[in-house]
């Protein structure tokens, strides 16, 4: 029983790839043609593709690292797989050199997007550097020292955490106190990136905050393979924090805007996963002697339910929620021009593939728990897609007539430089960004074929 | 800001971040979330870097331990008359085997004894020493190391010598102390605390086999023999003490 529900763990993962990679280059296909836009509007979408696809790549190296860890102890000779086989391998270090990758990108992407605090004309330039001089670093590091620094390298986001949060309170306030026209784009852009961003984490915001996922912590320096080094894990009990007060942060100003301006489907998500973190907290305390055992006594296998429970939040809003809001966030602030020629078929598919998508592995999902037959689960995936291809013009419809320009909010109330990117500079940006993934598998194959770790 | 403000071509990040921090109620806001993320993450840094990390370490390293055992033996002796070329099994049940609270079944030792006269007495000085053969049966009825390779299952003797058999019952028990690699004293004592082993019915099946001098016997004809089986049951108590 305990062996097929850690199956279940990463039932998600070859589809979150797929979907990641194929959303992220249809995005990638949207954005070039979309040259009418803001040129930050443009660069973060430009930035959000990318990631996508370095994201879907990254779950493709961990799909493979599950499927060779379900065959743990088999083999034979050279190829008998023993967990440290697979932990010092090209999958673990692609995996690895991918996520590096992703974290170099998305530190950019708030200095940018919603409100640029680059306003120089060679933004695009100075961001390339960035990002490419990190990954340059980064990727050879993390695999040197055994990934006992990911704490550190996850101070790369704390960037959204600092930025994100004052310019969402910003707008929110100019907006209900001021009266700010078009100051809602903003503050619901800001809030959404941060839910995209950070959704995973935002589910445990209580346990977070009251500081008691660092029980966690403690179990995970005594089972993981490689523990994280007291520097890197001291620097993830400040990340907890902000994880927790800037979800705070989110709620309390929703939740005030709820109540003056009504209802809407932000403070829906947002209150959702405030009620997710309240469970997660309580699920944490009724589990706490499991979570602390390894650290008191030895340690003891997760509850089944516990498990499930996990299944359907975190896994469920890292590999469904961050594609789903990313490509909200694409197709409705105005990042690409849905109506451009030829765009509006890639559009179509991308708003379907996602819907359908989603429903098929949320059914999946509920399969894990109840033992539904696939004949009702096939039915209920039928009625999804029809629901779905009658919707599809409607919601199609109000991508592209209903969407709001943060960035032109941003001109209007605050002021922005006055700047002009040739397309040149995106393009170069595109390029060092296949630069930098292909800079990461080819450390992950060559450090593997010298075996720096054997 | 003004129109001509925001045509400017560059902006220095003092302006822009002023922008952001423009509105005094948002700062507020904005002062009070920074506090309550200094508030927490002092305490769960300060908690991880005093006691949690170094608890959590502590566990994840390991340290040498001698387990010791502190044994109690339990015995129990049964002696019958076996007739020649009879086979018998004598069962012994392990829950009449007396030990304190918190004991595990070691091992079982199993002796065998024929009749002390068998050699010769004064009403028959010239009789022999019969045959017997002794094992100590698996039928599935006593959780035991069957496999263990230092067990001694069977035994034979036509010497009037005891028959010794021995069975392991307790995994990895052998009643020395021994060494052991653990992160703390309860992982150390984990392997030395499983319940169940030395459970059951213990099944010792003896065979004798008279051997006598018929002609020359002047008074007797040995065909029978009174065989002791006794069976002294290890159980154990494990302690651990850290040796570094």
Not at chain 1, 73 to 84: A, C, N, P, V
Not at chain 1, 181 to 204: C, D, H, K, N, P
Not at chain 2, 233 to 241: D, L, T
Request: hydrophobic share 50%; charged share 15%.
């Amino acid at each position: 029983m305990a062996d097929e529900l850690y199956e279940s763990l990463n039932e998600l993962l070859p589809v979150a790839s797929v979907v990641h990679i194929a959303l992220g280059v249809m995005a990638l296909v949207l954005v070039h043609r979309s040259s009418d836009r803001e040129w930050n509007e443009r660069f973060a979408g430009l930035l959000i593709s990318w990631m996508m696809v370095i994201l879907g790549m990254q779950y493709v190296f961990s799909t493979l690292i599950d499927y060779r860890i379900e065959q743990l102890g088999t083999g034979s000779g050279s190829g008998f797989f023993t967990y440290e086989s697979i932990f010092y391998s090209w999958m673990t270090y692609g995996q690895s050199a991918l996520e590096s990758a992703f974290y170099a990108s998305i530190a950019i992407l708030p200095l940018i997007y919603p409100y640029p605090l680059i306003q120089k004309k060679n933004v695009v330039k100075i961001c390339t550097i960035f990002v490419l001089s990190v990954a340059l670093v980064l990727v050879p590091i993390d695999i040197f020292t055994e990934f006992s620094f990911r704490g550190v390298k996850y101070m790369l986001i704390w960037s959204g955490y600092i930025v994100w949060t004052p310019v969402y309170l910003r707008f929110l306030f100019g907006e209900l106190l001021y009266e700010e026209e078009g100051a809602r784009a903003v503050s619901s852009v800001t809030a959404l990136l941060m839910l995209g961003a950070y959704g995973q984490s935002y589910i445990f915001w209580l346990q977070n905050l009251t500081g008691v996922s660092t029980v966690y912590f403690g179990r995970w320096v005594v089972e993981d393979f490689v523990a994280q080094s007291f520097l890197s894990s001291s620097v993830s009990m400040v990340q907890l924090a902000l994880t927790g007060g800037t979800f705070l942060v989110i709620f309390l100003g929703e939740s005030w805007r709820a109540m003056s301006r009504g209802f809407n489907t932000l403070n829906a998500v947002v209150s959702l996963v405030f009620v997710v973190g309240v469970l997660w907290y309580l699920l944490t305390l009724v589990n706490y002697g499991d979570a602390e055992s390894c650290v008191l006594t030895a340690c003891q296998a997760w509850d089944e339910n516990f498990v499930d429970w996990y299944v359907f939040t975190f896994q469920v809003a890292r590999f469904l929620g961050v594609p789903l809001i990313f490509m909200f966030i694409l197709l409705n602030y105005n990042m690409v021009d849905s109506n451009a020629e030829g765009s509006k078929m890639i559009t179509r598919i991308m708003v379907l593939l996602l819907l359908l998508v989603a429903t098929s592995s949320l059914i999946e999902m509920i399969q894990i728990i109840l033992p539904i037959p696939e004949m009702i689960t096939s039915a209920l995936f039928a009625g999804g897609v029809v629901v779905f291809i009658g919707w599809e013009e409607r919601i199609m419809d109000q991508i592209i007539t209903e969407t709001s320009s943060a960035a032109e909010s941003v001109k209007e109330l605050v002021g922005v430089a006055d700047i002009r990117i040739q397309d040149g500079e995106y393009r170069f940006f595109s390029m060092a960004m296949v630069a930098m993934v292909c800079y990461a598998l080819l450390i992950a194959v060559l450090f593997h074929s010298m075996g720096i770790h054997s | 800001m003004s129109s001509q403000e925001a045509e400017k071509v560059e902006w220095s990040l003092a302006d822009i971040v002023g922008e952001i921090f423009s509105i005094r109620e948002s700062n507020i806001a904005a002062s009070i979330a920074v506090a309550v993320i200094l508030i927490s993450g002092g305490s769960n840094l300060f908690g991880w870097t005093q006691t949690e990390y170094a608890q959590a370490k502590e566990a994840a390293t390991d340290d040498q331990w001698l387990i010791e055992f502190n044994i109690s033996v339990s015995t129990m002796v049964k002696e019958e008359t076996w007739q020649d070329e009879e086979k018998k099994v004598i069962e012994f049940y392990m829950d009449e085997f007396v030990f304190p609270d918190g004991y595990y079944i070691g091992a079982v030792k199993v002796i065998v004894k024929p009749d002390a006269d068998s050699n010769g007495t004064t009403l028959d000085p010239i009789a022999q020493c019969d045959s017997i053969g002794a094992n100590i049966r698996n039928d599935g009825e006593l959780a035991a190391q069957w496999d263990f390779e230092d067990n001694v299952l069977s035994g034979q003797d036509s010497s009037c010598e005891w028959i010794v058999l021995s069975l392991q019952t307790y995994p990895g028990y052998e009643g020395d102390d021994v060494n052991s690699s653990a992160a703390n004293e309860f992982q150390a004592l984990l392997p030395w605390s499983e319940s169940g082993w030395g459970e059951g019915v213990l099944a010792v099946e003896v065979e004798l086999d008279v051997n006598t001098v018929e002609e020359l016997g002047p008074v007797t004809q040995d065909d029978d023999e009174d065989i002791t089986i006794e069976v002294e049951v290890s159980g154990f108590i494990a302690s651990a003490m850290l040796i570094n």
